[in-house]
DNA sequence: GTTCGCGGTTCATTATTTGAACCATTGGTA
DNA sequence: TACCAATGGTTCAAATAATGAACCGCGAAC
């Protein structure tokens, strides 16, 4: 492993509920040295990816993330062109809708929205980065992917994150079987022990799956009307936003949609 | 330099004209080996910091960095606070406003909003670092900065970036007491020879400078009656940020701004 | 068909990263 | 008061990882 992905992988152990970190910290998160940690956090810190607080010394993420997303954004608005969508779905449903990209073999969360509606509410960590294999929006991304990403993650170890987490590569062949049948990446209880999740894949100007757009749900609230009600939500969302994006839906997820809700509106 | 920062300067050669760049490009403008750029680019990407256009093998800025903003933004709200004041000022000015946040000796911008009412339009790049001498924000900073920042400033190479850049240190120093004195960094001609700028620096809740609210017009078009206009909206837009953030503004500051416009409404 | 520029790769040389031990400061505790 | 346990930070020889000149293969242009 390279030094210069030692000093990023640092930068992932910040989440919202872990906005700030001492050195003591990474060295602990990271199991790497403190002297090494130290000059890693030193570095970032002079780029812009990192700030000190001078008096806790405790270090957060720093302006030069803002002025890249700033820039990203200028030329690929995901956020400015997801966000109303996410926002509009999670109005409907009640529930934290969420928006991710495909990174690798992983994915990587861009925005969520979660309408405060109900006494207990998902947690969503937006600095974690999503398993492929334990998600519903994984799933979803999976059954659509390039065989080669298909074959690497399947061939790789299917880490447990929860109670339902498949970790078996058959049984994860056939979910995606499922998954293309039809349209919607499904996943309860396999990446936390409370949620169940349903989400459907979104594609680029190329054809190629780029990410997720998901719904999760308390497991003790996510009843078939609700699932029913998302499932017919969940296409208009990824439409708008495979719209704006200049993406274009594949024929054979359309008809699968089309198969599973006949009385759905366009 | 260690290996982190020049894979992390590679970052900065992104902005909204080049918003992907190939191989070759980095190698150009980094003055490095290509061997060693390609290498650095592919762990950024391994990173999700770059992603490669499988087509025209172009890199542009990954889906890592919406990631960290959005940890970021969760806990230090800058962009979503300040957005609807730049906003705001660029209608009631008609230019472009920018705000920016002190990164070490620099600026770092945050956003920027050009209403576009002209035909003739500043050219302001996001991905560019700005300068503390050569620029309104970065003087109006300075001018407030803590003393070290100051004299570092003071005592390494003033870069001269267009006709009218201060490079003289005792200038600078000068300089500084006018923005003092009146509660604005004023920069002509000294960044872009035909940009006029007007800045104030705002304030964090240890009362410390954390950047600059700036408006910059073209030079031709800046006239009295514009930078009056601006000296008496700057600072309103300035209690905005400030008040949102926490933030205090030091009285020797307000005295200031009021010396200079008894007219303006609060 | 040759040449140019492109992205990408190789491998011996070299320079940078590494980490055990160390220092300084703080806050708690006997 | 003295002591201990954490904290963040620093040092320097040893080990490892970064480096770059040369090389490959490809597509476009002449």
Do not use: C
């Not at 298909?150 to 447990?160: E, F, I, T």
């Amino acid at each position: 492993m390279g030094t210069i992905t030692k000093a990023l992988e640092l930068l992932n152990f910040f989440s919202r509920s872990r906005p700030a970190l001492g050195l003591g910290d990474f060295v602990r998160l990271s199991h790497r040295d403190k002297a090494t940690v130290h000059r890693h956090l030193v570095e970032l810190a002079e780029n812009g990816f990192l700030e000190q607080n001078p008096e806790t010394r405790a270090y957060r993420l720093g302006p030069a993330i803002l002025r890249l997303t700033a820039v990203r954004e200028a030329t690929m608005p995901m956020r400015s062109l997801v966000a109303p969508v996410v926002a509009d779905l999670a109005n409907e449903v009640g529930e934290l809708v969420h928006f991710s990209l495909l990174q690798g073999e992983q994915l990587s969360p861009v925005l969520h929205t979660d309408p405060g509606r109900h006494g207990t509410q998902v947690h969503f960590d937006e600095a974690e980065v999503l398993p492929l294999h334990a998600t519903s929006s994984g799933l979803a991304v999976l059954a659509f992917a390039p065989a080669d990403l298909r074959k690497a993650v399947l061939a790789g170890p299917l880490a447990p994150f929860a109670s339902h987490t498949i970790t078996d590569a058959a049984a994860l062949e056939q979910a995606l079987d499922t998954v293309r049948a039809s349209g919607f990446g499904v996943n309860d209880q396999g990446f936390d022990d409370e949620v169940a999740s349903v989400a459907a894949p979104v594609f680029g100007p190329d054809g190629n799956v780029i990410g997720a757009l998901g719904i999760a749900v308390p497991f003790a609230r996510m009843t078939e009307a609700k699932r029913t009600e998302i499932s017919n939500l969940l296409p208009g969302g990824v439409a708008r936003i495979t719209t704006a994006t200049g993406g274009t839906i594949p024929t054979a997820l359309a008809e699968a949609w089309k198969a599973a809700q006949p009385d759905a509106v366009s």
